[in-house]
């Protein structure tokens, strides 16, 4: 199992319920768009060209996705080209603006993410394990790569994997319930 397989595995144990993946379609990317236009404003000039912390943890965060894999880590690398120019105006509003329509945004996604959570009935995996919070937007992905009907072999085995891992968390609960 490669460790795109094993992470996508583990995120997919908490989101089999077809309904919290669909709110997750939602919810993630306004998470991830909050937090680029949240992160935005923070920058330096460097010959003319400003770098900001938005830019580098979206360059952080494409190569860990490339490293992963290198279909998806593009994908991901030019969702984030075309969101970042949008969360880079969005931060230039004003400072009342921008917190406000950044917030918002951060809000309602994780307002999805919860009623998603709660079809599922299921925590969200990033409280079991953080790199979730990383793994979530390449899972989103994946699942809509998957839905267009392409690496299927790969979704497959995913959600075997992932059928199990949720099995054992269910058997574990089902012991802790009864101890």
């Known amino acids: 199992m490669t460790k795109l397989e094993q992470l996508l595995s583990q995120y997919a144990a908490y989101h089999l319920d ?10 993630i990317p306004l ?7 949240l992160t935005a404003r923070a920058g330096v000039a460097v010959s003319g060209i400003e770098l900001t912390l938005a830019l ?21 690398l030019a969702v984030f080209a075309l969101a970042y120019p949008l969360a880079y105006a969005v931060a230039q509003w004003s400072m009342g603006a ?16 919860f ?10 995996a990033f409280m079991d394990d953080v790199i ?6 390449l899972f989103v992905l994946a699942e809509m790569v998957f839905m267009l009907g392409f690496r299927k072999a790969l979704e497959q085995r995913m959600l075997a994997e992932a059928r199990k891992q ?12 009864s101890a």
């Open 18 to 27: 077809h309904k919290n993946i669909l709110t997750h379609f939602i919810g």
């Open 31 to 37: 998470i991830v768009f909050s937090i680029i236009c």
């Open 56 to 76: 580098a943890l979206l360059a952080v965060t494409a190569i860990y996705y490339l490293s992963l894999d290198k279909i998806f880590g593009l994908i991901m």
């Open 98 to 113: 921008w917190l406000s329509a950044s917030i918002g945004i951060f809000t309602v996604g994780w307002v999805f993410q």
């Open 115 to 124: 009623v998603g959570h709660f079809y599922e009935k299921k925590k969200p």
């Open 132 to 137: 979730g919070l990383a793994v979530g937007p």
């Open 166 to 177: 949720r099995a054992l968390m269910d058997a574990e609960k089902g012991r802790q319930a």
